[in-house]
């Protein structure tokens, strides 16, 4: 079992509870168990730690304890893979992607970053009434962080909310999600460990209720709210973050639209789009659940798209051929499975898939076809490998329909002329494209959404720049 992580000490909880292999259905450790006290007791020790060490305002420290973790996490990957493998339910193609390898590097973007990035800036001298003023801008720390973070992804969430947020000078306290709480209480073993941040400056905590998140967002103590979650959990936070007007940075659901132009390669967009949806089993808020393609065309893609999911391996995650895994819980699978059903009974086809596997939280690769675009599948986020293949009449139809959602998220465009499929995606109300499969993921591209699908972005510079007040002074020199 793994320990909680408060002002620089393990600490275990008289309380615990199961952390369960998604792939077998079965518990395979213990999770503590945090309480409001204990996470009042973190947020005191983050508090502590900004208003009295010198964390905010020493960058060669914050530099070099960067540099550190991103060591440990180098030198400890492995022992992390399976446990991301086990508790998440990700492939291990996966941890060699997006799930641990690439995300490890947001550690040594932010370190690199930091140690050029302007924390001053001059503005031009004025002239009033005779005297000359000088005016600069510094930027300095937000505060007290706290980093809420969901179960599909924790490895590059935590990192991409911890590793600037530290960057910036914040302390922070990190809540792992109740369905994957081993795997981001292990960061703060090797910060524990292999690191000089000081006692106070990170604290990590799990709980398997709702209290714990609901003392962080609302916290008096707590400057900065960041949370990833569904929007109606987003809404909730942002509405207890209010109290006193804290900062609040969200990234929240999506229903993302990927649309085939009518010049597009219909056997290289349909096997992308197959292979996409089954992603950690279509656990991604930025993964493209909607496929919108020339009504013409409709039934010839939709073949090809079936012909491709049954390609998918599924199965076993630590297996490397395996492309696609369990969803994360029995309750998630009675979700997409219910959501599917009512696609059904609402006049969608349903082409292939729509089965449970057992053991474990399995779903097979599903396809939806003749989806209505105002329907529950066409709307609401699904989180589950489930394909909704949309059929329009002209490209404004097909942009109306893109953006016919309270998401903004992602999206995709698949055209053989860059130039159309360029001039398609400015028009569609997303904070991410990609355009003939381009991949826009790294720790160096902020990532985000418009309209409900959040506020802020994480990663890049702009995801420091989250962390960051800017103060303006002036002074006579004249």
Not at 80 to 90: D, F, K, N, S
Not at 109 to 136: F, K, N, S
Request: aromatic share 6%.
């Amino acid at each position: 079992m793994k320990h909680l992580l408060i002002d620089g000490r393990l600490v275990e909880t008289e309380r615990t509870y199961p952390s369960v292999n998604p792939a077998t259905g079965e518990e395979f450790d213990r999770a503590p168990d945090a309480t409001a006290a204990d996470a009042e007791r973190a947020v005191a020790a983050a508090r502590r730690a900004f208003d009295t060490t010198d964390w905010a305002t020493n960058r060669e420290l914050r530099v070099r304890c960067l540099d550190q973790l991103h060591t440990a996490l180098r030198e400890h990957g492995e022992e992390l893979r399976e446990l991301t493998i086990t508790e998440v339910g990700a492939t291990r193609q996966l941890t060699h992607a997006n799930q641990l390898d690439v995300p490890i590097e947001i550690f040594r973007y932010y370190a690199d970053l930091l140690r050029e990035y302007p924390l001053t800036e001059d503005l031009a001298d004025v002239e009033i009434r005779g005297q000359t003023h000088r005016r600069w801008i510094e930027k300095e720390a937000a505060g007290v962080v706290a980093a809420i973070i969901p179960y599909n992804y924790p490895n590059q969430i935590g990192f991409a909310k911890l590793a600037p947020a530290l960057a910036a000078g914040c302390t922070v306290v990190l809540k792992a999600s109740p369905d994957t709480p081993l795997t981001t209480l292990a960061l703060g073993e090797l910060i524990s460990e292999h690191t000089d941040i000081p006692p106070g400056v990170v604290n990590v905590i799990s709980s398997s209720g709702v209290e714990v998140g609901e003392v962080l967002s609302g916290h008096a103590d707590v400057d900065v709210v960041t949370f990833t979650g569904s929007t109606a959990t987003g809404r909730k936070v942002m509405e207890s973050a209010s109290g006193n007007l804290k900062r609040v940075f969200l990234e929240l659901g999506g229903k993302s639209a990927m649309i085939l132009l009518d010049d597009a390669d219909f056997d290289v967009s349909a096997m992308f789009a197959a292979f996409m949806i089954c992603s950690h089993a279509g656990q991604g808020c930025a993964i493209t659940t909607r496929l919108l393609v020339p009504r013409e065309k409709h039934d010839e893609i939709v073949e090809k798209v079936a012909e491709n999911l049954g390609r998918v391996t599924y199965g076993d995650p630590s297996d490397p051929s395996i492309y696609m895994g369990p969803l994360i819980s029995a309750r998630q699978r009675d979700k997409v499975d219910a959501m599917v059903k009512r696609a059904v009974e609402a006049g969608a086809k349903l082409v292939t898939g729509g089965e449970r596997v057992d053991p474990g939280f399995f779903y097979t690769p599903t396809l939806l076809a003749g989806v209505d675009p105002a329907s529950e599948i066409a709307q609401e986020e699904i989180f589950g490998p489930v394909l909704a293949v949309i059929p329009y009449d002209d490209d404004d139809d097909a942009v109306r329909i893109a953006n016919d959602t309270i998401y903004g998220l992602s999206g995709g465009v698949m055209s053989a002329d860059p130039d159309r499929a360029l001039a398609l995606a400015r028009r569609i109300r997303s904070g991410t494209f990609s355009i003939n499969g381009g991949n826009y993921f790294a720790p160096d591209a902020p990532f985000g959404g418009y309209k409900q699908s959040g506020i802020g972005r994480e990663m890049g510079v702009a995801g420091l720049e989250e962390f960051l007040e800017r103060k303006t002074f002036a002074m006579v020199t004249g």
